[in-house]
């Protein structure tokens, strides 16, 4: 019972991060992410296919990675986890669980940013 006709058409995540530019840095260079936004707005826009990270500048706010499970924020639909996974692994990326066969169906894997944020990545079996 949606009460609309309009579809929701793309998503986008925001995560706060203590240090923008090595985060910023890390999704670019390590995980692959154009980078879209002017420096030093306090903000950035990280872009891969059509996923869109939002990374804002907060030194203050507790840290990811003292948040525990709460510091998951995206599940990644690829079309290839092993590539994807290979991928990552050459660049240096911070994998937590390396691919796998799960039971509801889909193929995947984990991996984090140097601050404490996680994605999972999967693909469908």
Do not use: C
């Amino acid at each position: 019972m949606s009460g609309s006709d309009a579809n929701l058409l793309s998503g986008s995540f925001v995560i706060a991060v203590p240090d923008l530019k090595k985060s910023a840095a890390y999704f670019r260079d390590v995980l692959g992410f154009s980078l879209g936004w002017p420096e030093d707005m306090g903000w950035q826009v990280a872009s891969r296919g059509s996923v869109r990270i939002m990374l804002g500048h907060s030194p203050d706010a507790i840290p990811p990675s003292a948040t525990g499970d709460h510091n998951y924020f995206a599940y990644l639909n690829v079309d290839d986890v092993d590539a994807l996974h290979h991928e990552f692994v050459s660049r240096g990326a911070i994998i937590l669980q390396a691919p796998a066969d799960k039971p509801h169906g889909m193929r995947e894997f984990t991996i984090a940013t140097p601050d404490g944020h996680r994605m999972m990545v999967g693909q469908d079996l």
